[in-house]
């Protein structure tokens, strides 16, 4: 077992001590399996979501990388829209990368007219911001909370321009051109990254998500 999954595994809350959440993952379009199986190993109740009834029925969800235009479409074609919108407005926590995290944006630049976003997060984003394709890249951040660097695969990558009051940053690119660039925040039960951090084997984001989730769900029960 890595050090990686050792301190990984360290966020995962025991079933015993703390409720095991039921984590959704919108399965429209994009990468939900690496999500869903990222979660799994965490000790989540990790389940596909591309029904309206699927968003009531979790803790949580996230939002998977993938195309941003295409997956607004399809969550107002398939009802998921509104469901969404509102149970993150009472406070469901929500993760997002990539396209999630323009998905949960308040605000986009450089959208098509017609775009939508689920909203939640009190941030301005800049779709494609790192550039095509082809501009893909890896690069180690330093992410708030965890020990050591988070090695960051980005895709067509969003970044953050404007960020409120209310949110924390939680990484910016270190160096090189986009130096200073936000690329992972967190506003109360929402959290979003311009990365993938299911496409490699470090867990710890994913682990932060679960146990967000759990203190969530455990305030909720014991309420």
């Known amino acids: 077992m890595s050090a990686t999954y050792r301190a990984a595994r360290a966020y995962a809350l025991p079933v015993t001590t703390r409720p095991t959440p039921r984590i959704g993952v919108l399965a ?3 990468d939900s399996r690496e999500h869903l199986q990222a979660l799994a190993s965490l000790g ?3 389940v596909p979501v591309r029904r309206p009834e699927e968003v009531e029925a ?3 969800v996230v939002v998977p990388g993938g ?3 295409v997956i607004d479409k399809l969550l107002r074609a398939f009802g998921l829209m509104e469901p969404l919108r509102r149970r993150i407005a009472e406070g469901m926590p929500a993760y997002g990368s990539c396209a999630g ?3 949960l944006a308040d605000r986009l630049v450089d959208a098509r007219p017609d775009q939508q ?6 941030v301005t984003v800049r779709r494609n911001a790192f550039g095509r394709q082809v501009d893909s890249f890896e690069h180690e951040l330093e992410f708030a909370g965890l020990e050591g660097p988070v090695r960051a695969v980005f895709i067509r990558a969003p970044w953050v321009e404007e960020a409120g009051a209310g949110v924390e940053v939680l990484a910016r690119v270190g160096s090189g051109p986009a130096a200073g660039r936000i690329v992972a925040v967190r506003q109360g039960n929402l959290m979003a990254t311009a990365f993938h951090p299911e ?3 470090d867990r710890r984001i994913h682990a932060e998500f679960v146990a967000m989730t759990a203190r969530a769900t455990s305030r909720t ?3």
Do not use: F
């Open 67 to 69: 195309e941003s235009t």
């Open 101 to 103: 995290m323009i998905l």
């Open 44 to 46: 989540a109740r990790a």
């Open 28 to 30: 429209v379009q994009g």
């Open 58 to 60: 979790v803790d949580a």
């Open 221 to 223: 029960t014991t309420a």
């Open 117 to 122: 976003t689920i909203g939640g997060l009190d």
């Open 199 to 201: 496409v490699g084997g």
